[in-house]
């Protein structure tokens, strides 16, 4: 009986591999975009979300949108001058 030969295999897989000028060590980070004091202003908002205690406004209607939620912490973090991205400008 022929046996098939594994050659074709192991050139192949010998192609896959990455050569360095693809890798992501060259690529320039635009480091943090949310700092330390946001991200826990955004995690007490969260928290208080998951616990139905998250109202919008002053005492107003309860969040039910995770998106809001975070929208909420967001705006939160931005008005104590944590570092924040700057909001979208409509067009």
Do not use: C, F, W
């Not at 007490?44 to 039910?64: A, D, N």
């Not at 912490?73 to 400008?89: C, H, L, M, T, Y």
């Amino acid at each position: 009986m022929p046996t098939k030969s594994r050659s074709s295999r192991s050139k192949s897989s010998s192609s896959r591999t990455r050569s360095p000028s693809s890798s992501s060590k060259s690529r320039k980070s635009s480091g943090r975009k949310y700092g330390k004091k946001a991200q826990n202003k955004i995690s007490k908002v969260m928290h208080e979300y998951g616990e139905g205690k998250l109202h919008s406004g002053r005492g107003g209607k309860k969040v039910t949108s995770q998106k809001q939620a975070v929208a909420i912490g967001i705006s939160e973090a931005r008005r104590e001058g944590d570092k924040v991205p700057s909001r979208k400008k409509a067009a």
